[in-house]
């Protein structure tokens, strides 16, 4: 019947239409397969269509059948077209989408102490020194006793520490490796020591309460001061270059007789400088020859052996290598400061 088809085509339209608007909606992939679903599953709106088809007339149906098919096809099409949208949409920013900011990779590096420390060692292991490891707490017998300083001496009040109770502290320098070193080992001994120090000081431009130094001694037959100068000066040479100069000074330790404090020529070649408070030097460490006394503490015959200590300040060394003028910059990890080097 004529107005059967009449009403088959009037509905195809409606369901175009009704589908056009459905599938505009649709915002991401679950609603597209939702509106699949309502026009194109078993159930679905075009499928009760071709039901309807059975009931046409004969001459009639092929016309209708054309008509369902070429909806269903568009619908199928559109679908697919959209679902395929939202794929390529996600991978392009899945892979690569060349407007957002890249991501920033830092490389991290050795604190500058460090690197600075490493130099040191290198230097005196490739003049025969061997690198002895110390404690960080100590017996007052090693840090002091032994080294020739008894419990009411004056210069124990340059060395005040955090007291653990009973005999231990915190070392104050690294002079007291030396002591284990003598203890533990007959000579030749020529070694170095880095390693943190403690002290009761109050921060300020050139002090820090903790600190790090390297300790050298060097104890054989017949060896004397000018060895000490030889070793220091070829030491400041290799770390700074050959026109650095080393200046000794007379002064006293305990631990050492005859006791001297050596400075290093500062960067500014004497003009004056924040660093050296324009002397031109900066003090870098005290040094001398091993007080027989001390060898007295260790058993060593000071008849048949004679030695040399030094001490050297690891921040007095950086702030003269890199130029710097306040010992605090280097323990406030400062990343702006640590990434220079
Ligand atoms: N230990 C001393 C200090 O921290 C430095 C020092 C002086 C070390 C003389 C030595 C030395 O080995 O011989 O003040």
Redesign the pocket.
């Known amino acids: 019947m004529a107005e059967n088809l009449q009403t088959i085509i009037a509905q195809i339209s409606e369901i175009a239409a009704e589908f056009n608007k459905d599938i505009q909606q649709t915002k991401s992939r679950d609603d597209t397969e939702q509106v699949k679903v309502k026009f194109l599953s078993r159930k679905g709106v075009v499928q009760n269509l071709f039901v309807l088809l059975g009931t046409l007339e004969n001459q009639d149906r092929p016309r209708a059948g054309a008509e369902l098919n070429r909806l269903k096809n568009d619908i199928q099409n559109a679908i697919d077209e959209k679902l395929k949208s939202f794929q390529t949409g996600k991978r392009s920013i899945e892979l690569f989408d060349p407007t957002l900011p890249g991501k920033e990779y830092h490389i991290g590096s050795f604190h500058p102490l460090l690197q600075v420390l490493d130099e040191i060692k290198d230097i005196f292991v490739g003049m025969g020194f061997r690198i002895e490891e110390g404690n960080e707490i100590e017996t007052d017998y090693h840090n002091f006793e032994a080294l020739n300083i008894p419990p009411d001496h004056p210069s124990r009040d340059?060395?005040d520490t955090f007291y653990m109770g009973g005999k231990y502290l915190l070392r104050?320098?690294?002079?007291p490796v030396?002591i284990h070193t003598m203890e533990q080992q007959k000579p030749p001994i020529r070694m170095i020591a880095p390693g943190k120090?403690y002290r009761k000081d109050t921060p300020d431009a050139s002090h820090s309460p903790i600190f790090n130094?390297v300790?050298?001694?060097c104890v054989d037959k017949g060896v004397s001061f000018g060895d000490l100068k030889g070793v220091v000066q070829a030491f400041a040479q290799k770390m700074f270059g050959k026109d650095a100069k080393v200046r000794f000074r007379p002064s006293f330790?305990p631990?050492?007789e005859p006791?001297a404090?050596y400075d290093f020529s500062c960067f500014c070649k004497g003009k004056g400088c924040r660093v050296c408070k324009n002397t031109g030097w900066l003090e870098i460490?005290?040094?001398?020859m091993?007080d027989p006394a001390v060898f007295g503490f260790v058993d060593y015959d000071p008849q048949v052996y004679s030695g040399?200590?030094?001490?050297m300040g690891v921040e007095r060394i950086a702030m003269l290598k890199y130029r710097v003028n306040d010992i605090r910059i280097f323990y406030e990890n400062d990343v702006r400061f640590l990434e220079q080097f």
């Not at 104050?172 to 002079?175: F, G, N």
């Not at 460490?285 to 001398?288: E, K």
């Open positions: 340059m060395h104050t320098h690294t002079s030396q120090c130094q300790e050298g001694l330790f631990f050492t006791s404090e460490s005290g040094a001398g091993v040399y200590a030094f001490g």
